[in-house]
């Protein structure tokens, strides 16, 4: 199939980039139906195209003789808010469409120019967008469609009295078209679909909470301790041109970018603590390749596309398994292959297996060349996921749905 038997206009047809010529199996799901006018719940693996299945029909949708906000996509990151934006801009651009990002981090009083020059495609992270709706300078009275990407985090706890609250905002009266996407709904985040979404039309583009088959992972057994070594010997014995490593904590992020900047790399550090000036420096040296390791928070297990990273490197495992998914997305995007990589120690067994039963597969353990396993393992911990249905139900319903970290972009 092609764009052209997606019900594309013509004029939106010459707009896309140039080399963009056949859809992803999700933007062929999507698309026919969210230009019908339906409420979508959309389900599809990272770095499979969800921007433009949902961007389009926005897009087609704008009556461009209008100066009002007609669209809005909120979304719960400003990385994944700019990586958005700059997706629909390019397209936008050659339609006279204006986009504008609204996130913390960016002076309000320039957000407000842009939306009082015109805005008619708003995408925005759920604080600033409640400021600016507070302040009255935000208005939905004609919005016709409302988008939530990566819908999974934004109906967790963390976010979801934000969305509501958002949505109070919409006229008694709206006809709005709402639409979710993503790649990882726990069935508990499921339900609270059915508060947003009327008569929805279901699509899936691949089996929910499932990773891209491009991705080779690769898990080993190693030492609390030597981590961070063996995150080193990693990195030399494979000199990839670049590696996004993951971990949990702010403060360790730091500490290890100290480390390896002293071992002779080419690394920073990104987490919610730095500025976002800092934060976009980072983001754009890394997509310039001037950076050859970047040690993230989860900030960006969301919102972060870069062209052909070789790698993805779990210094440690997420307390959340949806998590897992979104971290190693990060690599073999737009059908390209990867590498995720994940070291894991006898405290993280837990983890291991919440991520196990989420994906439905074994992930078996490795022990890494040069680094034994000398601790031994706490009481309980197994190196397997359980095999029989029920202790896998048993193991699914002490997992947290959704439990993602509760730092809120503003």
């Known amino acids: ?216 992972e690769q898990l080993y057994l190693v030492n609390k301790g030597n981590k961070a070594k063996a995150l080193q010997w990693l990195l030399k014995e494979h000199q990839w041109s670049q590696a996004l490593v993951f971990i949990s904590a702010r403060d360790s992020a730091d500490t290890f970018a100290k480390k390896l900047k002293k071992a002779g790399f080419n690394v920073a550090a990104l987490h919610g603590e730095k500025e976002q000036k800092e934060r976009q420096r980072t983001l754009s040296d890394f997509h310039a390749n001037k950076i050859n390791v970047l040690i993230a928070t989860d900030v960006l297990a969301r919102g972060i596309d870069v062209d052909a990273l070789p790698v993805v490197i779990n210094l440690d495992l997420p307390a959340s398994a949806p998590v897992y998914i979104h971290r190693v997305g990060r690599t073999a995007r737009a059908g390209k292959n990867g590498l995720a990589i994940s070291l894991v120690c006898h405290g993280e067994m837990k983890e291991l297996n919440d991520i196990r039963t989420l994906t439905n597969r074994s992930l078996d353990l490795k022990t890494l060349e040069n680094f034994p396993v000398t601790d031994k393992p706490a009481s309980g911990d197994s190196k397997r996921a359980p095999r029989d249905k029920q202790a896998n139900r048993r193991t699914a319903k002490k997992r947290k749905a959704g439990g993602f970290n509760k730092n809120k972009e503003k």
């Open 1 to 216: 199939m092609t764009f052209t038997q997606l019900n594309l206009s013509p004029a939106l047809l010459a707009a896309l980039p140039t080399g963009l010529t056949k859809p992803t199996e999700i933007q062929c799901l999507a698309i026919p139906e969210a230009l019908t006018g339906s409420d979508i719940l959309a389900l599809a693996q990272t770095g499979s195209g969800k921007t433009l299945a949902f961007g389009l029909p926005l897009l087609q949708s704008v009556e461009t003789k209008s100066a009002e906000i007609q669209s809005l996509v909120v979304v719960p990151t400003r990385e994944l808010a700019m990586q958005v934006s700059g997706v629909l801009t390019e397209v936008a651009n050659q339609l006279d469409i204006k986009v504008v990002t609204l996130c913390g981090g960016v002076s309000q009083t320039i957000q407000e120019k842009l939306i009082a020059d015109g805005a008619q495609i708003i995408v925005a992270t759920p604080g600033r967008l409640l400021d600016l709706l507070k302040q009255q300078i935000v208005d939905f009275s004609h919005v016709k469609s409302l988008v939530l990407d990566e819908a999974d985090r934004l109906l967790d706890m963390g976010f979801w009295a934000d969305i509501e609250r958002i949505v109070s905002f919409f006229p008694i009266d709206s006809q709005r078209q709402t639409l979710l996407f993503s790649a990882t709904l726990a069935p508990k985040l499921e339900l609270l679909t059915q508060k947003l979404l009327d008569k929805p039309k279901r699509v899936e583009a691949h089996m929910a909470n499932s990773v891209v088959s491009t991705i080779e």
